[in-house]
């Protein structure tokens, strides 16, 4: 019985291995291509509803799970989004990292969506919090040992010292000292100057509510907590699954 020669056995092997390797690499190419697509679109389509709630530009990264399957089935295992110029209420500067997990958008925004829990770390230093306050404070200074922040009012005339807490996830702003060359502040300057420094602290996006507040020798940091909270319809939102 005749038999094929080495040579012509080790050819067919060859040609087997190398169509092999090129229908892989084209595979992986395609696996490759299509991730990439996936994770732009669920990024623009994330990136929008986030940004519709935060009011500010933000950069967002995801979990473990292939945005190939994300794209699929429209469910985001973890979000994390970090904005350096977030506006909550009337505040300026502050600095958020936020976590967000268990995300589901509809429909590319248009059908709203959920979130199963959040987190987040907000920063507000020292700059931004003299220029959420005003023409009236001409300077902010915190300390960590006290606890306290100390507000230059009227051109460095009068100090106003003020100690935030936080109260059944609500921080509230309390007035230590407000004297003027050694007299009282009158009631509603101080109180103008407060009520605009708990805004900026209590108006917060996807049902988010502060656990902790902490003066540093920079400004103030706040952690944020949320659990299962419905994102917004948007009709006009781009019609892109994710």
């Keep these: 019985m005749s038999q094929k020669p ?11 291995v190398i169509a092999l390797v ?37 950069d967002v990264g995801f979990g473990w799970k292939p945005m190939l399957v994300t794209w699929v089935d429209g ?5 994390t989004v970090d904005s350096d110029d977030s506006k909550f209420g009337p505040a300026v500067g502050m600095v958020v990292h936020a976590r967000f997990n268990g995300v589901d958008v509809k429909n590319g925004g248009q059908g709203g969506g959920t979130i199963d829990s959040s987190s ?5 230093n ?21 606890g306290m922040l100390t507000l230059d009012v009227l051109g460095g005339l009068a100090q106003l010292q003020v100690q935030p807490k936080v109260t059944d996830g609500v921080v509230q702003i309390d007035t230590k000292s407000a004297q003027l060359l050694g007299m009282g502040l009158p009631t509603d300057l101080v109180q103008g100057i407060v009520d605009v420094f708990s805004q900026s602290l209590q108006s917060y996006p996807l049902g988010m509510k502060a656990t902790d507040i902490k003066v540093t020798d920079d400004g103030i940091e706040v952690k944020l907590a949320g659990g ?9 939102a781009e019609n892109v699954r994710c």
């Design 120 to 124: 987040a770390d907000v920063t507000w």
């Design 6 to 16: 080495p040579a012509t056995v080790n050819s067919s092997r060859r040609t087997l």
């Design 126 to 146: 020292n700059d931004g919090i003299e220029k959420t306050l005003g023409a009236l404070v001409s300077g902010v200074k915190s300390s960590a040992s006290s």
């Design 75 to 79: 469910k985001v295992s973890e979000v």
């Design 228 to 236: 299962h909270t419905e994102l917004t319809a948007d009709p006009k």
């Design 22 to 58: 090129v229908v892989a690499t084209l595979l992986i190419g395609a696996l490759v291509g299509g991730e990439v697509f996936a994770r732009h679109k669920v990024s623009h389509c994330i990136s929008t509803q986030f940004e519709k709630e935060m009011g500010s530009k933000i």
